[in-house]
């Protein structure tokens, strides 16, 4: 371990640049599931966007991956304290999805496999701030990760990054998702450490 590790605990973790107040580096990719990995074949993959007045775009795993992908390199904060800086991912952004999408709504909520959501403010969702990944590293997204495909929000705590992704919801008002009916923060920006309601 270098010289960083040395500071876990101290002051000198604070120094680190990219690393989010109140943030550890950590070199693993750690696990963080509500409940069981679900289990999606490929065929019976599907990811659907929802507008307020209910229109419908749907994407099957083949025509997802058929749309152009990007290569993202970014750092990931989670809500736990620890940060990992200079993931790689492949996906598709955002931008690409709501291509000919027409909404006058400012919010989203965010739909997982398994029923996990989790509420995400439209512009925190496009010029090139999300994507829905499906490769971690150059390899296929692990199940554990999220596999076959996760949402990546990297400005926002990865709570918001939800695993197993299938579908997004246009929603004129906010309401919380899974962790922030429980207690989490709203938004969730890591620079202001916004972890938990009232921060
Ligand atoms: N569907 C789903 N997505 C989820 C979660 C979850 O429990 N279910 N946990 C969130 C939390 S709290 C974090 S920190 C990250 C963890 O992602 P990882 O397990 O790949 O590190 O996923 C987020 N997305
Ligand atoms: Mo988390």
Wanted: glycine share 10%; aromatic share 14%; charged share 25%.
């Amino acid at each position: 371990m270098g010289i960083i590790s040395r500071g876990f605990g101290g002051r000198r973790r604070e120094s680190v640049p990219g690393l989010p107040p109140g943030q550890y580096l950590t070199y693993d990719f750690p696990v963080l599931s509500a409940g069981p990995t679900p289990r999606i074949p490929l065929e019976r993959w599907r990811f659907t966007l929802t507008t307020e007045t209910g229109a419908q775009k749907s994407w099957n795993w083949q025509e997802f991956t058929s749309l152009k992908t990007e290569d993202i390199s970014t750092d990931i904060h989670c809500v736990t304290k620890w940060s990992k800086l200079g993931t790689s991912w492949r996906g598709v952004s955002l931008d690409t999805l709501f291509e000919d999408v027409e909404t006058a709504a400012d919010y989203t909520m965010v739909h997982s496999f398994g029923g996990y959501t989790t509420n995400v403010p439209l512009e925190d969702l496009l010029d090139g701030k999300a994507w829905i990944a499906f490769k971690f590293d150059g390899e296929d997204l692990d199940p554990e990760h999220g596999g076959p495909a996760r949402m990546l929000i990297p400005h926002l705590y990865f709570w918001k990054s939800a695993k197993w992704v299938n579908g997004l919801q246009m929603m004129h008002d906010d309401e919380p998702g899974f962790w922030e009916a429980a207690g989490y923060h709203m938004y969730g920006d890591p620079w202001r450490e916004q972890r938990y309601q009232g921060d």
